[in-house]
């Protein structure tokens, strides 16, 4: 069993950065994600990060957030710019290793306008 725990969300005024953290109790190779939840939205993913490094995006997000990774700490990272109030959500990392997925329990991010 992973547990995932999110942290780095909070409130932020339109325009403004944040960066979220997703450490892993253990080392586990795999696909790393975040996903968000806007309100009365589906879960929607916005980042993927493999375990060798290759990156995707959401259009919606692409040029705004970066995703990252530091195995040595099970940690991953996503660094949001330009926030939008369209952001607003609860964020969520996952971890996929082979047919096994784990997730985080939502870190909430909430940009005022």
């Known amino acids: 069993q992973v547990q995932l725990v999110e942290s780095g969300g909070g409130l932020v005024q339109t325009g403004g950065s944040l960066r979220l953290s997703c450490a892993a109790s253990r080392t586990i190779v795999s696909v790393r994600g975040w996903f968000r939840q806007a309100p009365g939205k589906q879960r929607e993913l916005l980042a993927g990060?493999?375990?060798?490094?290759?990156?995707n995006y959401a259009d919606s997000v692409k040029g705004r957030v970066t995703i990252s990774r530091d195995n040595a700490k099970n940690t991953i990272y996503l660094q949001m710019h330009s926030l939008k109030p369209e952001d607003t959500g609860v964020y969520y990392c996952?971890?996929?290793?082979?047919?096994?997925?784990?997730w985080g329990q939502g870190t909430q991010v909430t940009v005022s306008s």
């Open positions: 996952t971890a996929v290793s082979g047919v096994l997925a784990y």
């Open positions: 990060i493999s375990s060798g490094g290759t990156t």
